[in-house]
DNA sequence: AATCTAATTTACGTTAACGTAAAGGTAATC
DNA sequence: GATTACCTTTACGTTAACGTAAATTAGATT
């Protein structure tokens, strides 16, 4: 059930909140990652919106490009269909896996050489 | 001590270790993040040139620029001079530190939701 | 001597992810 | 009714990280 009364946002206010800038949430509508509603002319975002504004903004601190998110997105919003198609999506989701784990080990590699370095300063 | 028989690699030897072209570590040479030595014009790589291409790599795999992979490399290479510059180095430490551990939280939270994911797939 | 093979430099091209005007619409406020 | 605030679209500009092609060099092989 949504709630037709549910707080919505301007984008400058979701800008203003997350610090980036209109132009960057409308470059993320273009590219297909987030669709807001409109009033006239004007973007309405629901909290649905927000939480994947969210989810870009992950996606964008991990590392991953927007093509990539919205291939992410694509998997959250494929109904579960065929079973050919399920198998792929599968494929994909362990892939990234792979991918994350990789980046966990990168990361906590380099949090030790940083540290090895704030050592040898002092 | 250097030893001056070590073993060297050409620029394709490493670009095909690694799986990237040899115009990207001419580039890396560009940006200043490695320094191979020179056999006539020829670039000959040591296995510390070897060590540092894959400093970059990693950096690259977690997302970093190369802007800021450079900025790590200095901090590696600045010999512990000033204490002023000293401080400045611990606070850039700290701040990648930061960014290293939300990119920690962001990876395991993308971690669980595709997990859960998978779990819807089934 | 000619032909590979692997390297070099120079330089223009490409893609992603926005930045940055410019020109205009609408609704509330002075 | 004019200004202000906030939004819109269109479109060209910018930066990073290479890709790609052209012209050249130098050593090894046929």
């Not at 509508?29 to 989810?55: F, M």
């Not at 996606?59 to 065929?82: H, N, Q």
């Given at each position: 059930?949504?709630?037709p009364?549910e707080?919505?946002?301007?984008i400058?206010?979701?800008?203003?909140e997350?610090e980036?800038?209109?132009?960057?949430?409308?470059?993320?509508?273009?590219?297909?990652l987030i669709?807001?509603?409109?009033?006239g002319s004007?973007?309405v975002?629901?909290?649905?919106d927000?939480v994947?504004l969210?989810l870009i903004?992950?996606?964008k601190r991990?590392?991953f490009?927007?093509?990539e998110?919205?291939?992410?997105?694509?998997?959250?919003?494929s109904?579960?269909?065929e079973k050919?198609?399920?198998e792929?999506?599968l494929?994909?989701?362990e892939q990234?896996?792979?991918?994350?784990k990789?980046?966990?080990?990168?990361?906590?590699?380099?949090?030790?050489?940083?540290?090895?370095?704030?050592?040898?300063l002092?």
């Amino acid at each position: 059930m949504q709630n037709p009364n549910e707080k919505t946002y301007s984008i400058t206010e979701l800008s203003k909140e997350f610090e980036i800038t209109p132009r960057s949430i409308r470059h993320y509508e273009q590219e297909s990652l987030i669709s807001p509603k409109r009033v006239g002319s004007q973007r309405v975002y629901t909290k649905g919106d927000r939480v994947r504004l969210q989810l870009i903004l992950r996606g964008k601190r991990i590392g991953f490009s927007l093509a990539e998110i919205r291939e992410i997105i694509t998997m959250y919003d494929s109904p579960s269909g065929e079973k050919k198609q399920t198998e792929l999506l599968l494929d994909k989701i362990e892939q990234r896996r792979q991918a994350l784990k990789q980046q966990q080990q990168d990361i906590l590699t380099t949090l030790k050489e940083l540290t090895e370095l704030e050592q040898r300063l002092k």
